[in-house]
Nanobody
Framework: VQLVESGGGSVQAGGSLRLSCEVS??????MGWFRQSPGKEREGVAA????????YYADSVKGRFTISQENTKNTVYLQMNSLKPEDTAMYYC??????????????????WGQGTQVTVS
């Protein structure tokens, strides 16, 4: 199983970035994006239930971030708009057997990518 993130970088406040997570070897139904800043706990940002397309978002990113998938490429995206300095973090994608109300708990996810850095100044 391999999850490979890409698309991170540096951007000014108000700008946009799109993160990609290419999934191979896993057929997990739930894909999540998490972020972690130095000294802080890993935080659930968004999740997607792949079969039905249901999405879940942290309150801090609702209306600004969008999680989506492209099945032909087995890729999950995180479109991030109106970025703020507080969005600065390492972003990880992760896979879990299912999504539910506890989607933001990192313990539910059994596969993780290596992370991609997002810096907003």
């Amino acid at each position: 199983v391999q999850l490979v993130e890409s698309g991170g970088g540096s951007v000014q406040a108000g700008g946009s970035l799109r993160l990609s997570c290419e999934v191979s070897g896993a057929d997990n139904a739930c894909m999540g994006w998490f972020r972690q800043s130095p000294g802080k706990e890993r935080e659930g940002v968004a999740a997607l239930y792949r079969p039905g397309g249901s999405t879940y978002y942290a309150d801090s990113v609702k209306g600004r971030f969008t999680i989506s998938q492209e099945n032909t490429k087995n890729t999950v995206y995180l479109q991030m708009n109106s970025l703020k300095p507080e969005d600065t973090a390492m972003y990880y994608c992760a896979a879990a057997p299912s999504c539910n109300l506890n989607w933001s708990s990192p313990q539910r996810y059994n596969y993780w990518g290596q992370g991609t850095q997002v810096t907003v100044s």
